[in-house]
């Protein structure tokens, strides 16, 4: 890379990619407060269509930012009333309460500004602070729909004031059983309402629903143009799935494990870029932070200082990336997956250049899954599923570093001076416990040790192919039961890594029960379904709230018919 290579694009400081979109000035200032420094591919076309008042059907999985893409028109619609007793205006529906929680967390901090009110509205919680803060008033609610439809009936929840419908992951809620909810909820939306549907899929039951609820929609899909033919690159593509929490540590492995020459650590917010230097500098990295907020003479600073071999990582947004014309890599890591196929295509391009070999790693939290699945589908590759390396691999690694280096020593010689202490150690010692001692040294000073010995949980992930790349096979296993049955609902599925083992065991310990009191088992990508015998539907219910499966936290309740959402 020369001076030269280093592009000068201007950038943009106050994240105007989003008031380009003619988004209202608090939301553009909101997006750039959070670090966002450009629409990413969903948000670019879902916003323009929903700010000009038409519906949009959008195909688009957690990760890629879709939440913003109709959270935000969806803000600079509705704004704030004056009205003290205002009435419920925006309206999401998600299919599972860590989502409305999420979604409502979002959309608070997008209409921070504004001073939106949002009020998510789920089961589990309790009816009565919903309520006083419904009575409050409130300008947007993110429910579940069951949750939603009891408030419905109870009269607690008035949406005739309703003029933005959001269907959010709407595959998600068909496959849960929703379908007679969202009917019955949509028909109590005024009808010259603007609707948005958001699926990870469009499969028919998404057109039929959207031929339903939406007029005449854009449709948004993120592009899935094949990948570009010509001289095929040669990067080995890895990914990692791990929790958010272990994120850092996760990565401080990995680039241990693969003492890279020169790296780019791709960010998306410019928050987490300067938290990541932060922490990566924390544990004795040379890393240096690269987004939109730098000034040009900073960012020269922070290249020349990459160029020259002082910091050996550069953490960026893509944004600030885009204007840098780096010659070779050897590795981009994605700290989280990329919002589209064409995002992740064009970031690690930047390895594996002139027939060079390259390495793209990608961090991913298990909710992410599908978005590696999005991005194979388009680059026609296959993503490698890894589990972190341990700290045992790491010595392992190391050592072999040592040896390889000692191997070196050897060849290019230059040890003489040192030949007498072995001869002196020798007269007393094993001349190869002398040399095995030497080699402990060396390597115990080689990097000065682990940078942390914690425990990083694996997060089992579902690897069976092909069928791993369609949603989740609904054929159940094991045997239907006779007799009265009822059917339970578990919030853990394929995501999680679950397989019917694993409830199988849950149920048996915890509720003590024996496998054979257990029934059919269907494990979506998100929750699974057991048929149990009815009379041990509340046992199990109580045995097993609050304990965890696979290390996950479970949720659990009775499937349809009783309590929903
Ligand atoms: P979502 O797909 O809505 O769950 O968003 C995934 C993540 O991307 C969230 O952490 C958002 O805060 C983040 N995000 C959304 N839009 C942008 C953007 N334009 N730039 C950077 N990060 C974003």
């Given at each position: ?9 201007p950038?943009?400081?106050?994240g105007?990619?989003f ?11 909101a997006?750039?407060a959070?670090g966002?420094?450009?629409?990413t591919a ?5 916003i ?5 008042g038409?519906?949009?059907l959008g ?9 913003a893409?109709?959270?935000l028109p969806?803000?600079?619609h509705?704004?704030?009333?004056p009205?003290?007793r205002r009435p ?9 309460r860590?989502?409305?929680?999420q979604?409502?967390?979002a959309v608070?901090?997008?209409?921070r ?8 509205i789920?089961g589990?919680?309790s009816?009565q602070?919903?309520?006083?803060a419904l009575?409050?008033?409130v300008d947007?609610v993110?429910a579940?729909p069951?949750r939603?439809?009891d408030h ?11 003029t933005f ?6 595959d998600e809620?068909?496959?849960m ?6 009917e019955?909820?949509?028909a109590?939306v005024?009808?010259?309402r603007?609707?948005a549907?958001?699926?990870?899929t ?19 899909t993120?592009?899935n143009?094949t990948?570009?033919p010509g001289k095929?690159p040669r ?5 990692y ?5 272990h994120k ?5 492995r990995?680039i241990?494990?693969e003492s890279?020459?020169?790296a ?6 410019r ?7 932060e922490t990566?500098?924390g544990r004795?990295?040379q ?5 939109g907020?730098?000034s040009?003479?900073?960012?020269d ?11 050996e990582?550069?953490?960026?947004t893509d944004?600030?990336?885009r204007?840098?014309?780096i ?7 994605n700290f989280?997956?990329?919002?589209s196929?064409?995002?992740y ?20 939290e298990?909710?992410?899954h ?8 388009h680059t026609k590759r ?9 700290a ?14 000692l ?6 010689g230059g040890?003489?001076?040192y030949?007498a ?7 007393d ?9 030497a ?5 115990q000073t080689?990097?000065?040790g ?8 694996a997060?089992?992930?579902a690897q069976?192919r092909?069928g791993?790349?369609?949603r989740?096979d ?8 006779s ?6 609902w578990?919030?853990?599925g394929r ?6 083992a694993?409830?199988?065991?849950a149920i048996?310990n915890e509720a ?14 998100r929750?699974s ?6 009379a041990?539907?509340?046992n ?5 709230r609050?304990t ?7 949720s ?9 959402g």
């Amino acid at each position: 890379m020369t001076k030269d290579d280093i592009g000068s694009e201007p950038l943009d400081p106050t994240g105007t990619g989003f008031a380009a979109l003619g988004l209202h000035d608090a939301l553009a200032r909101a997006t750039a407060a959070l670090g966002y420094e450009e629409p990413t591919a969903i948000q670019r076309e879902s916003i323009p269509p929903l700010l000009a008042g038409r519906d949009v059907l959008g195909q688009a999985a957690t990760g890629t930012g879709k939440t913003a893409a109709f959270a935000l028109p969806m803000l600079h619609h509705i704004g704030t009333s004056p009205d003290e007793r205002r009435p419920v205006r925006g309206l999401i529906l998600v299919p599972t309460r860590e989502l409305a929680m999420q979604v409502a967390e979002a959309v608070h901090k997008y209409g921070r500004l504004l001073g939106t009110n949002v009020l998510p509205i789920y089961g589990g919680q309790s009816l009565q602070q919903q309520l006083r803060a419904l009575k409050r008033g409130v300008d947007v609610v993110v429910a579940t729909p069951g949750r939603a439809l009891d408030h419905i009936r109870r009269g607690t929840l008035e949406l005739g004031g309703v003029t933005f419908l959001v269907l959010d992951e709407a595959d998600e809620m068909l496959d849960m059983g929703f379908a007679d909810e969202l009917e019955a909820i949509v028909a109590a939306v005024p009808t010259d309402r603007q609707t948005a549907l958001f699926s990870a899929t469009l499969a028919p039951r998404i057109r039929s629903i959207s031929k339903r609820y939406l007029r005449d929609p854009a449709l948004v899909t993120i592009a899935n143009e094949t990948a570009a033919p010509g001289k095929k690159p040669r990067i080995r593509e890895v990914a990692y799935v791990v929790q958010r929490a272990h994120k850092a540590a996760a990565l401080a492995r990995v680039i241990d494990m693969e003492s890279p020459t020169s790296a780019i650590v791709f960010c998306r917010t410019r928050t987490e870029v300067d938290e990541l230097t932060e922490t990566l500098g924390g544990r004795g990295y040379q890393a240096e932070a690269i987004h939109g907020g730098l000034s040009q003479e900073q960012r020269d600073r922070v290249l020349r200082r990459f160029r020259d071999g002082t910091s050996e990582i550069l953490v960026a947004t893509d944004v600030a990336a885009r204007g840098l014309d780096i010659e070779h890599l050897s590795h981009v890591v994605n700290f989280d997956v990329p919002s589209s196929p064409d995002a992740y295509v064009h970031r690690i391009g930047r390895t594996g250049r002139a027939g060079r070999e390259g390495v793209a790693i990608t961090l991913a939290e298990a909710r992410e899954h599908r978005l590696l699945r999005n991005i194979e589908q388009h680059t026609k590759r296959k993503i490698s599923i890894e589990s972190v390396p341990t700290a045992h691999d790491l010595r392992a690694r190391r050592l072999e570093l040592t040896q390889s280096a000692l191997e070196d020593a050897l060849e290019s010689g230059g040890f003489e001076k040192y030949r007498a202490i072995v001869e002196a150690l020798g007269t007393d010692h094993d001349i190869l416990d002398v040399a095995a001692a030497a080699v402990m040294l060396a390597d115990q000073t080689r990097d000065g040790g682990e940078k942390d010995d914690i425990d990083i949980p694996a997060v089992a992930v579902a690897q069976e192919r092909p069928g791993f790349l369609q949603r989740a096979d609904r054929k159940p296993t094991r045997t239907r039961m006779s007799g009265d049955v009822a059917k339970i609902w578990i919030g853990l599925g394929r995501l999680a890594g679950i397989r019917p083992a694993d409830l199988v065991g849950a149920i048996a310990n915890e509720a003590r029960m024996t496998s054979r009191d257990i029934g059919a088992i269907d494990i979506a990508d998100r929750f699974s379904l057991v048929e149990v015998p009815a009379a041990t539907v509340d046992n199990i219910i109580t045995a097993l709230r609050g304990t965890t499966i696979r290390g996950q936290k479970v949720s659990i309740r009775r499937d349809r018919g009783a309590t929903k959402g």
